[in-house]
């Protein structure tokens, strides 16, 4: 069964960077593209990019562009999302989703349970 | 890339049906087949209930369906439960190669 397994819960400072990863398991993971999507507190979904963990390729948010980077690491079916910068208003809960596993193509099918990022002072 | 629009709440008593609606532009909703909708109670991850504007995934009820007319896709809920109340929310591919949700809609069962 598919499985996404997230890093814990972050405090970090504004002006700090933050890396979130997420191993997956139960799929042929170089298969299938995955999208990092967070929801501040009582706020709505964001996109914010995807990657291909095949060769590594990626596409980014345009409002995040040059603070996220999105890596991958074949040999531990893991993929990471690290965003620089931090401000007050990237507090929020982190999730690494899948897409297509399920035949959904564009749509999002396995999500991870989420990582909370705290920022303050 | 701005948000789709949806209302920020629908309501509705035990089996009635319940449309919600999500427009965005030529560019994501109306230019593409690929539009998602996804379920989320609170505190847990959201779920996919469509996807390619129509489609539902395996063990999906039947009482979720959804269509799309030029720039504005809906959802509808028939024979409305109480395990339907969460919060709904439309996504679409973009001509950006991007993808953007909508705002989001509260559901309520009166």
């Known amino acids: 069964q598919v499985q996404l397994v997230q890093s814990g819960a972050e405090v970090k400072k504004p002006g700090a960077s933050v890396k979130v990863s997420c191993k997956a398991s139960?799929?042929?993971?170089?298969?299938?593209?995955m999208h990092w999507v967070r929801q501040a507190p009582g706020q709505g979904l964001e996109w914010m990019g995807i990657?291909?963990?095949?060769?590594?390729?990626?596409t980014y948010a345009q409002r995040l562009q040059g603070r996220v980077t999105m890596t991958r690491d074949t040999s531990t079916s893991t993929v990471y999302m690290e965003l620089n910068s931090l401000r007050s208003e990237d507090a929020a809960v982190y999730f690494c989703?899948?897409?297509?596993?399920?035949?959904?193509?564009?749509?999002?099918?396995?999500w991870g349970p989420g990582t909370m990022v705290t920022v303050a002072s | 890339q701005s948000a789709l629009t949806q209302p920020a709440s629908v309501s509705g008593s035990p089996g009635q049906s319940i449309t919600i609606s999500c427009t965005g532009t030529s560019s994501d909703v109306g230019g593409y087949k690929y539009v998602s909708w996804y379920q989320q109670h609170p505190g847990k991850a959201p779920k996919v209930m469509i996807y390619d504007v129509s489609e539902r995934p395996s063990g999906v009820s039947y009482r979720f369906s959804a269509s799309k007319s030029g720039n504005t896709a809906s959802l509808t809920i028939s024979g409305l439960q109480a395990e339907d109340e969460a919060d709904y929310y439309c996504?679409?591919?973009?001509?950006?190669?991007?993808?953007?949700f909508g705002t989001g809609t509260k559901v309520t069962v009166l």
């Open positions: 139960g799929y042929t993971f170089t298969s299938y593209y």
């Open positions: 990657i291909n963990p095949s060769v590594g390729s990626t």
């Open positions: 989703v899948t897409s297509g596993i399920t035949g959904t193509t564009n749509a999002f099918d396995f």
């Open positions: 996504a679409s591919y973009t001509s950006s190669s991007t993808f953007v």
